[in-house]
Structure formats: structure tokens, C-alpha cells
């Protein structure tokens, strides 16, 4: 099978050509992609029409199980959004601190990365982004920084969905290499602040703001290794991004810069009630998947099918086996559902006639985009491993790089992160393919699959569709070729920085 490499390649080669030469939108060439894998599966590789329809049973039960979270994470954060409530948050920062550098730490990194936690899909740039410009500063730095910035945040972000997303490409557990991979973030973390500055006004604000910046980082970092230790990592996003702001405003208080205004009780009530929406959305998730009995109960309803075996005209086997299992009840987007209802009755004061209407459309226009690229980019990978591509690509990769492939796992991570826009797609595109050169490499399969879901979720922030949203809400629309070349050092060097980090793992 390993001389049919050059076919098995082909597939992600229109993919790449389509996004980046021809920056097609992801869904368009997700589908002429998608059509080559099935047609090379189907004679080279001589997949059965059996086995095509058991992959793509697998494709779509693994698809509606994201797009439930998806769809709630966007819901969620519409309601919030339509409320007003990171206008809210964002008009402290001022009386706090009249440090730019300080104010963009707190939002372009601590408080994106909140964000993140429960809206992804570039949600945290076109909040963020025009937030910094009404602070003053320039449009292409406010969209450099708030992409940049919560990077390192996104494997865990959208309530877990990415790290979700490789959890079913690879078949592991969350308890396999979630620690790993929140190191790795962590990791992360703490080198984008410091990247935040460069990027801003160079080593001079470094070295003033250096120790801030560490202990921001270090805040952000120990609070999602706990979260995902104790195996809260749906909330490790959320609840690390606030620790981050949380710091920064105790740190830009302690050092008195600014005007030093003082908020009356009425300003505090008013930050409790924009917080409360995220406070109900933590007791949910608490009360619905984590807290035992109820988890107990909710989880008695599964409906997982099973699958036969599928074997190729050229031997490859994928042995019988039920699919991904779906628990409505205690699914993690109910939770968002459950919070998106209280939220709304809460916010209600600040909402006009037609928010609920704009809400739903908003959500229903931004899912169905995003949904039709996740369909058609994860029945091209289940397609190709079906077929056995994906396991032709492994050797190949393991036969070129030798143990020195944990410098490449990152890069490759980051490069299905860019390609497609989303770390998502980056882990169900490339998970598999990373597991099995790490088996055939006899590597730790734990440290390249964090390798691949922190190098996706920072390659992600470049990608083209995401850059535009920043683009667009910033009155850069047309410039976005400038931003991802202002972004690509940076990238690159974080990229770097966890490779770094990768094969120290796989060495100590």
C-alpha cells in the first residue's frame, strides 16, 4: 500500500490549493476536496460502497455531535452579545488603567481568550478588535493582537469543542493526553503575552511590563492545567481567560495607573448583572455533567450505533465497532442551551423588539456556514482513513522524518489550523494521521496529539476566514493579505516555541 502515497496526498493538496492559492471559502473547497477523497478511495484505493457508507454513518454521527455545541455556543454568546454585555465590561478597563500596553494585555489577551471559551469562530476578534480601536488604538494593531492573543486558547475554547473533535478522530479518552495538551497551552500562554507586547511597541514594553505579564500568564496557565486536571476542560477557556482578567485588573489597580476613578455601587451592580449570564452558564455546566447524580441520570439515554467492518481491495481493515455516542440529555451544548434561556430573561431590560429575532437569524446564518465545511471536511477524513490513505500518509511521514518528527508535528498542526480555519477541522483533518506516525515512530502519541491541537488552534487564528472577520469589523476589509503577513512571525514563532516544548517532552 505505501506506493500509493502519492494518491493519498491529493486530498489535502486540494484542499490547501483551493483555501490558500485560490482563497476559496472553506465549505466550497471542502466540497471539491471531499469528491477527490471519495473518488480515490473508491478505485486506487479500492474502498467498497459498504465501507463509503460506514464512513460517512461515522461522518455524520460525529457531525451532529459538534454542530450541537456549536450551535449552542453561538447562541449563547449572541444572547449575551445582544445585551451589551462586552461594552459593559470593556468600559472599566479606562477608570482602572490609562497604560495602553495594559490595557491591551487585558483585552487583546486575557479577555479574547475568554471569549473564547464559549464563541469561537472569530467571535473573540470582532468583539474585541473594535473595542481596542474606540480606546484609541490603531485598527491593524487592535486586529493583530486580539488574533495573536487568544490563540493559545482556542484548543480548549467553544466549550472544549476542538479538543472534542480530536477526542473522535482518534478514538482516545479525554483522560489519554488531556493534561498534555493543557500544558502545552499553557505554555503557550505565557510566551503570547509577551508576543502581545512585541508586537505593540517592541522589547520597550517588555521591559516594563514583564512582570505583569508573567504573572498573567502564569495565572491563565495554572488555571486551565487545574481545570483539566479535575476534568472541567469544557470550562478551561472560560474560566482560564478570566483568570487572566481578573489578574490584570488586580495588577493595573495594585500599580495605580490611570485617572484612579472610583465606581459607585451602581457600576458594580451593573458588571455583576453583565457576569451573570457566564455565572449560569458555569452552574449548568456543574449541575448537568459534572455533579454525579445528575450526570448519573442524564447519561442513562445513549443512542450509539454500531458499525461493521470495512475492508479495501488492498487489505486495509477497519475492524467492527459502535460509533460516536450521542447522550442528549448530557451532551456539553445543552448546557449552553439551558444558560442562553436564563441569560435572556436576565438581559431582558436591555433588549429592543427585534433582539430575539436577530439572535436566532444571526445564529441560524453563522451555523450553517460553519457547519457545511465541518460535514465536508470530516467525511473527507473518515473517507481517508477508511480507505487507508490516512494510514499510507503515516508511514510516509514516519519514513521521512524519523524520530525527528516531533519538530513536525506542531507545524503540522498549525498548517490544518490555517488551511481551514478552524482547529476543529484541524484535528479531525490530521488527528488520526498524527496518532499512527506517532505509533509507527514508537513516539508518545499523548505529546504529538497535544503537539497537533495546540499547533491548530494557533494556526487557526492566521487562517483567511478568520482574519476577515477581524478585517471587516475594523474598516480594513480589502487589507487582509497585510494582517496575516503582520501576523506570521508572531505565528510562526509560537509555532516554534511549542515545538520546542514538544520534543523536550518526548526527550525528558
Avoid: C
Avoid at 95 to 113: H, P, V
Avoid at 247 to 275: F, P
Wanted: proline share 4%.
Amino acid at each position: 500500500m505505501n506506493a500509493y502515497w502519492p494518491w493519498a496526498w491529493v486530498p489535502i493538496a486540494v484542499l490547501t490549493v483551493l483555501m490558500v492559492g485560490r482563497r476559496w471559502p472553506a465549505w466550497k473547497a471542502g466540497v471539491v476536496a471531499y469528491l477527490s477523497a471519495l473518488l480515490l478511495a473508491r478505485y486506487p484505493f479500492r474502498l467498497p460502497w459498504t465501507g463509503i457508507l460506514v464512513a460517512h454513518g461515522k461522518a455524520f454521527f460525529l457531525w451532529l455531535d459538534i454542530l450541537i455545541i456549536i450551535t449552542g455556543a453561538y447562541f449563547f454568546f449572541q444572547v449575551v452579545r445582544e445585551a451589551g454585555v462586552f461594552k459593559v465590561m470593556a468600559s472599566f478597563l479606562p477608570r482602572l488603567t490609562a497604560y495602553s500596553e495594559m490595557q491591551l494585555l487585558i483585552l487583546g489577551w486575557a479577555f479574547t481568550s475568554f471569549i473564547q471559551g464559549t464563541g469561537g469562530l472569530g467571535v473573540p476578534v470582532a468583539v474585541v478588535a473594535p473595542l481596542l480601536v474606540g480606546l484609541g488604538f490603531d485598527p491593524m494593531v487592535a486586529v493583530v493582537v486580539s488574533s495573536v492573543g487568544h490563540g493559545w486558547s482556542v484548543t480548549f475554547g467553544s466549550l472544549g469543542t476542538p479538543f472534542r473533535g480530536l477526542l473522535a478522530a482518534t478514538g482516545m479518552e479525554a483522560a489519554d493526553f488531556a493534561l498534555q495538551a493543557a500544558w502545552a497551552s499553557a505554555w503557550l500562554a505565557l510566551t503570547t503575552g509577551f508576543v502581545v507586547l512585541v508586537l505593540y511597541r517592541g522589547w520597550q514594553a517588555v521591559r516594563r511590563l514583564w512582570l505583569a505579564t508573567l504573572i498573567m500568564g502564569t495565572a491563565m496557565g495554572l488555571m486551565l492545567v487545574f481545570t483539566v486536571r479535575v476534568g472541567l476542560w469544557p470550562l478551561g477557556s472560560m474560566l482560564s481567560g478570566m483568570a487572566g482578567v481578573v489578574t490584570g485588573l488586580v495588577v493595573a489597580w495594585w500599580q495605580r495607573q490611570g485617572n484612579g476613578e472610583r465606581m459607585s455601587r451602581r457600576d458594580w451592580r451593573r458588571l455583576g448583572l453583565a457576569l451573570s449570564g457566564y455565572a449560569v452558564l458555569v452552574l449548568a455546566i456543574l449541575g448537568m455533567l459534572v455533579w454525579p447524580p445528575a450526570r448519573a441520570w442524564l447519561g442513562q439515554w445513549v443512542w450509539q450505533p454500531h458499525f461493521p467492518a470495512t475492508l479495501t481491495g488492498l487489505g486495509f481493515e477497519v475492524p467492527a465497532g459502535p460509533g460516536r455516542a450521542l447522550r442528549p440529555l448530557r451532551h456539553p451544548g445543552l448546557p449552553l442551551f439551558v444558560a442562553a434561556g436564563f441569560s435572556f430573561l436576565f438581559y431582558r431590560r436591555f433588549y429592543d423588539d427585534g433582539a430575539l429575532r436577530r439572535i436566532v437569524r444571526t445564529t441560524g446564518k453563522q451555523v450553517l456556514r460553519v457547519s457545511v465545511a465541518v460535514f465536508f471536511i470530516v467525511s473527507m477524513a473518515l473517507v481517508m482513513y477508511h480507505a487507508g490513505m490516512t494510514t499510507v500518509l503515516a508511514h510516509t511521514l514516519a519514513s521521512w522524518s524519523g524520530p525527528g518528527y516531533g519538530v513536525l508535528a506542531a507545524w503540522l498542526g498549525a498548517f490544518g489550523g490555517f488551511l481551514t480555519g478552524s482547529n476543529l477541522n484541524s484535528n479531525v483533518l490530521f488527528g488520526a494521521l498524527q496518532q499512527q506516525t506517532a505509533h509507527a515512530l514508537d513516539l508518545s502519541v499523548s505529546v504529538i496529539l497535544a503537539a497537533q491541537a495546540a499547533g491548530g488552534a494557533v494556526g487557526s487564528v492566521m487562517a483567511p476566514t478568520k482574519v476577515l472577520v477581524g478585517a471587516s469589523t475594523t474598516g480594513l476589509y480589502g487589507r487582509e493579505g497585510v494582517l496575516i503577513r503582520r501576523m506570521a512571525l508572531a505565528i510562526g514563532f509560537l509555532v516554534t516555541m511549542l515545538s520546542l516544548w514538544t520534543v523536550g517532552m518526548l526527550l525528558f
